[in-house]
């Protein structure tokens, strides 16, 4: 939902990039003398000949990105709030494109600056910003839980400040996350859409509807969920325990900084590391199992302990009894199959493993609570809430 839809039918350059651009030296400052431009375009979004134009903007000086895209604002074109994700994402299309296409042979010096390329958008996007507690973030929090209110109208119940930026005193991404509560999941999203805020889709937890407002002054996540949903509790508990526990926040302080480390250090030796945000995940369980969080959530599976969980259902409950190996360990990656995890609290105690079908309909091909877990009523509420999401996403 990143990339240009295909609304836009503007004439696109194509291969248009700063060596079109020639320039002279008038009284000591460069002007520009001549564009060359080529045959070749087609019919797409404005936001490619941004994404060539500035490919190699972090090899030049400030000014030049600075000044492109004062002359585009000064013309009247309005970039979206998440024009440089979109950017980014455009370039590596192309930059791929180009990989696959080039002569590794004879062009040894093209492949490594496309490399090259490809790394520092990969930087850009692994960037984490963590800043010392900024006194206005609660403020902040209170002027746009108005706006969200509003926006949602009838379907609105409450609204929370989490995460980081909701703690007195912890280090924090200046990113405001914001906790929305409504009476179905099915509402309206003009009212956000009104306010520029963009829909992410869920990630990793399938009953959530994410949104996201991107500005040089203001980012926020906004979480929106059902009433009553596992999820607002665990929010709440693990934002009131780093409140209450000034060594646990601390703690969770310090290990942002370690892991920060850990990722500039991976970057240097040419490594791709995304420790900061899997790398958080032991000490948010101790944390929420210490502030008492019982209830039942289910979730795709994301964290390694996560896939580890559900290799390990699927080969103690159907495959080794069957004395062969998993042969469909294929569908970890395939976008047609879903794998969750349900949780009790911070202990997994069941898998499942859904298919997707075309025509809108699904399959479960798998279903199973740890042994040591059954006769809780596990099984049926896991049911329930797959069934819960499938008809959410417009599933048979």
Known sequence: NLLPDDTESNLVHADFDP??????????????SGIL?????????????????LRYAHQMPDEYQDLFLKGLRGSGYELPSSWQITVNLLNIVSLLDCLVRS????????????????AHIFDVFSKVEVVPYDTSWPNIFD??????????????????????????????????????????????YQGLANLNYEYRGGFNLPLRK?????????????????????????NLLFRDYLRENV????????????????????????????????????????ILNKSGFKRL???????????????????KYFFEPNKIEDPYTWTFDHK????????????????????????????LRIIVIDEKNRGKGYGKEFMALIEKWLKLEGYK
């Open 297 to 315: 959530r289910f979730v795709i599976c994301t964290h390694r302990a996560e896939w580890v969980a559900a290799k390990q259902f699927r080969n």
């Open 103 to 118: 002569d590794s042979e004879n062009r040894p010096n093209q492949i490594k600056d496309i490399q090259e390329l490809i």
């Open 247 to 286: 060594q646990a926040r601390d703690q969770y302080a310090a290990l942002k900084y370690q892991l920060l480390e850990d990722d500039a250090s991976h970057k240097k030796d040419g490594a791709m590391y995304r420790g900061y945000t899997l790398g958080k995940h032991d000490l948010i369980q101790d």
């Open 336 to 363: 047609d199959h879903k794998h969750f995890i349900l949780y009790q609290g911070v202990n997994i105690v069941g898998y499942a493993h859904v298919q997707l079908w075309p025509e809108n309909r699904a399959a």
């Open 143 to 188: 002027i746009e839980a108005k706006k969200i209110k509003a926006a949602l109208g009838n379907s609105f119940s409450s609204i929370h400040h989490v995460g980081s930026t909701s703690v007195p005193a912890l280090a924090a991404k200046p990113k405001i996350d914001i906790i929305a509560c409504v009476n179905h999941l099915d509402f309206d």
């Open 210 to 234: 994410s949104f996201t407002y991107r500005s040089p002054d203001l980012n926020v996540n906004l979480h929106i969920f059902e009433v009553n949903d596992p999820e607002i509790e665990l």
């Open 19 to 32: 060596a079109n651009i020639l320039v002279t030296e008038i009284n000591g400052q460069l002007e520009v």
């Open 37 to 53: 431009d080529w045959e070749f375009s087609f019919a797409g979004s404005t936001l490619c000949d941004v994404a060539n134009m």
